[in-house]
């Protein structure tokens, strides 16, 4: 197994690639504590943006910060 890096409490954890290419993710996560953690499905997702008028803007600006707070920790 190969590190990767950290994420931190109340930050979003995704595997872009596999979601949307609908493949089996080829990282693992691994809690370091005690924790719980949310998994949404694509068929979830696809009803919440059917159901939700603004979800797919608030994905987007989720998936925008986590990119620039990843970019971010790599800068420093």
């Known amino acids: 197994m190969v590190f990767r890096g950290i994420v931190d409490e109340n930050n ?6 596999s979601y949307n290419q609908e493949i089996p993710s080829t990282e693992d996560v691994q809690a370091v504590t005690d924790c719980k953690y949310l998994v ?5 997702m696809k009803e919440l943006s ?13 998936m925008s910060k986590g990119l620039a707070d990843k970019v971010n920790r790599s800068v420093q």
Do not use: C, G, Y
Not at 50 to 62: N, P, S
């Open 50 to 62: 059917a159901t939700i008028i603004e979800w797919d803007k608030i994905i987007a600006k989720i």
């Open 12 to 17: 979003f954890l995704a595997d872009i690639n």
């Open 40 to 44: 949404l499905s694509k068929s979830a």
